[in-house]
Structure formats: structure tokens, C-alpha cells
């Protein structure tokens, strides 16, 4: 079983940064892949990016640039820099962990961010 505890998020002006933190415990294999996701009110799901376990990224098109996924493999976190944050980013921002085809979710830390 795996546990994954979100962390990070508050409020911040339009033009500020946060990182959110994402602690997993349990039973972590080598090969797996972490990524957020978020949620705005109304809106489904999307996907924020991915990190591999060999360290390969992928990020939403529209989030080049200003977010960066790290993982500190040692202490099982992962990280999402978030620069120049917009009002549109405003969600509940979720981590994720596959692996071996099951999908582990955080509990979600909400991001607001005022104009």
C-alpha cells in the first residue's frame, strides 16, 4: 500500500511562487511515475506533469516554462516549483504514483491566487 500526503499550497498575489511537496510512504518500487494534476472549481481534472522514476519529464503544454517537477528520490517526495503563478491557476492541485498499472492519489492542497 501507498500513502501520499500533498503539502504547499496557500494563498499568493498573481506574479508569486510556491512549491508544493508531496510525501509518499509504503510500499515505493524503483520503477514508478509521479505527476500532478489539478482541479479548478467546475472544471475536470487535468494534468499538470509527469516525473519518472529515470527522471524524464513532460509538462501540460501551457505550463512550460513556469512550473518544474523534482523528485528527492531518497526521502520519497516529490516537488512542483510553481513561478509566476496566474489567477487561472487557482485549483486544488493533486499528486499521483503509478505503479505496476495502480494510480495512488494525494489528498489534494489548494492553490489560490489572487489578481
Known amino acids: 500500500q501507498v500513502q501520499l500526503v500533498d503539502s504547499g499550497g496557500g494563498l499568493v498575489q498573481a506574479g508569486g511562487s510556491l512549491r508544493l511537496s508531496c510525501a509518499a510512504s509504503?510500499?515505493?518500487?524503483?520503477?514508478?511515475?509521479m505527476g500532478w494534476y489539478r482541479q479548478a472549481p467546475g472544471k475536470q481534472r487535468e494534468w499538470v506533469a509527469r516525473?519518472?522514476?529515470?527522471?524524464?519529464?513532460n509538462y501540460a503544454d501551457s505550463l512550460k516554462g513556469r512550473f518544474t517537477i523534482s523528485r528527492d528520490s531518497a526521502n520519497n517526495t516529490m516537488y512542483l516549483q510553481m513561478n509566476s503563478l496566474k489567477p487561472e491557476d487557482t485549483a486544488v492541485y493533486y499528486c499521483?504514483?503509478?505503479?505496476?498499472?495502480?494510480?495512488?492519489w494525494g489528498q489534494g492542497t489548494q492553490v489560490t491566487v489572487s489578481s
Open positions: 516525473l519518472s522514476s529515470g527522471g524524464g519529464t
Open positions: 499521483k504514483l503509478n505503479q505496476w498499472s495502480k494510480d495512488y
Open positions: 509504503g510500499t515505493i518500487f524503483g520503477i514508478n511515475i
